[in-house]
């Protein structure tokens, strides 16, 4: 359980270049956000589901 989670920051945060905005499940947020439009949507909950989620970049990962 979470004793401290993040709790969703008024819109009006979203269009202040100085505030820290914060989006949380359920939490209040635009529909476009520098040109790009925002939905919710139901994260995939397997490793297979998460590959085939479109628009992800392929890259080599560093070595650690």
């Known amino acids: 359980m979470l004793k401290s989670p993040s709790k ?5 945060t979203w269009s202040d270049a100085k505030a820290i905005a914060t989006v949380t499940p359920g ?9 790009a439009a925002l939905s919710s949507w139901s994260a995939p909950k397997t490793s297979e589901g998460w590959a085939s989620v479109a628009g992800q970049l392929e890259f ?4 650690f």
């Open 8 to 12: 969703p920051t008024t819109l009006d």
């Open 27 to 35: 939490g209040p947020l635009l529909c476009v956000l520098n040109g």
């Open 60 to 63: 080599d990962e560093p070595a």
